[in-house]
């Protein structure tokens, strides 16, 4: 649901305003959720874990106490972090966008921080108490309310409208939080500033260590965002947002599947180097089976995605594009590696070898962008894919000999030289020839990756039993 809004949301304000508009908004959302990391320290990641704690030992009180602490620092959080935005607005305009003009919108928007931050706190607090119906809820509806919000804003105001709609944004949201969480039977308690301070510290110390990643990858997101805006205008930071958000679409499903169900697995094996090194072979050759289908039919269709989903002005983003398909390939391959420290508890490492990959992706683009343009920033994306697979494989074969075994080996070299093909002939190619290349190339892995996952799954499976009702399937399945 929430994709199809968005989509819907960003089809509205590609036609309303253009790339310039689109870039514009895409350089203040990364800004917004930036200070919501500096800020927040990170106390509504750490705040699940707590709530979870306190309600599993069916402790009314303490649920009460953490609840009561969560919501406090949720407040007084987000309030220092407006505040603190709103006073530097106009040298973050210049930091920016070489140009202090943003300043105003700035200034305009920082509330938006307050808002966001109590909202993440009131998801975290159902999320601890496993209200996952009420999450879902909120999800939907405040995804419903942020697209008209945002449209309305910007269909009177043009881009004057853009600040306001982030503030309209984290209001509604906001009180859909607290409309839904009203009928939700919690534990109340009002603390005072004692237990609050003595709770808060353990939230911030938790925090600021699950966040440190987040913020670092939202940090070199700006930075990009601020790169191509201060180089080649916002025009191409709207046709580059353009081109990476289509690519991410489809991935964006298997990658949070695999944080919802892979880690907790992964977790429960850490012990176990034999059985956690298997399992993250199987889930490298699931998530190739499941994404290759969807990266090669946007390979094939991306000409009429981009008018599709945005609009003629975006055509651009098509040459962009291409290049974000193979980078996103390279980050299907290393991302159930990237969970290897996380399930081993290795934190600290974790965040050095994010420091490193994440510092080198700057680089590269930086480098990239200044050779070749909008084009090498998009190359910079696969490049800075390619080194964190280097080292992600370097880490996990030091903590627990990890290597690929010969079938997910097998299956790399493949959809790799595959995929590099395809890529290869859509630069040579007409559109239309591209189209019809890359149209039966990925029918073909199609059938190819549904074979493969129905031969994984079992023929009672009710996947597999849903493929083996269509004639045309049945040869290749069996």
Known sequence: MTLVI???????????IGPVGVGLIGTYDVLVQMAIYVFGMGVQ?????????????QD?????????????????????GTVVVGASAWAISRLTFKDPGHGRDILILSPAILLTSIYAGGLAILQGCQRIADLAKITVLSAIGQAVSVVAFVYMLGERGIAFSFVASGGFSLLICRWVMKGTALPKAAPTWAS???????????????????????????????????????????????????????????????????????????????????????????VLLMAMPGLLATLAFAPWLV???????????????????LGCLVRVIYAPIAFVQLAKGRSLLYFVSE???????????????????????????????????????????????????????????????????????S?????????LVCAVV?????????????????PDHRMSRFLARFAFLSGPLQ
């Open 442 to 458: 990925a029918a073909a892995v199609s059938l190819y990756c549904m074979r493969q996952l129905a031969d994984r799954l079992g």
């Open 355 to 425: 420091a490193v990959i994440s510092l080198s992706s700057l680089a590269a683009t930086f480098v990239l962008l200044k050779a070749f343009g909008l084009r090498g920033a998009a190359a910079s994306y696969l490049v800075a894919n390619l080194f964190q697979t280097i080292v992600l494989l370097a880490i996990s074969r030091r903590l627990t000999g990890f290597k690929w075994s010969s079938h997910a080996v097998r299956f790399l070299l493949i959809f790799v030289s595959i995929s590099t093909v395809c890529v290869l002939v």
């Open 196 to 286: 609050s301070m003595g709770e808060s510290g353990t939230f911030i110390k938790l925090g600021l260590s699950l966040t440190n990643a987040l913020l670092l990858s939202t940090l070199v997101a700006y930075a990009v965002r601020s790169l191509i805006a201060r180089n080649l205008g916002l025009e191409a930071v709207g046709i580059y947002l353009c081109a990476y958000g289509l690519s991410g679409k489809f991935i964006g499903f298997l990658l949070d599947a695999m944080q919802t169900d892979f880690y907790p697995r992964l977790s429960a094996v850490a012990h176990d180097h034999e059985d956690l090194n298997r399992l993250v072979n199987q889930q490298t050759e699931i």
């Open 60 to 80: 009314p009180d303490r649920t009460a106490r953490t609840i009561a602490t969560l919501r406090c620092l949720s407040w007084s959080l987000g309030l220092f």
């Open 6 to 16: 968005g989509l819907a949301r960003v089809k509205a304000l590609a036609v309303l």
């Open 427 to 435: 630069f040579v190619l007409s559109d239309i020839q591209t189209a």
């Open 45 to 57: 990641a750490s705040g699940v874990r707590q709530v979870a704690i306190a309600n599993s030992q």
């Open 307 to 325: 008018r599709l989903f945005y609009s003629g002005a975006f055509d651009g983003a098509t040459v962009l594009l291409r290049w974000f398909i």
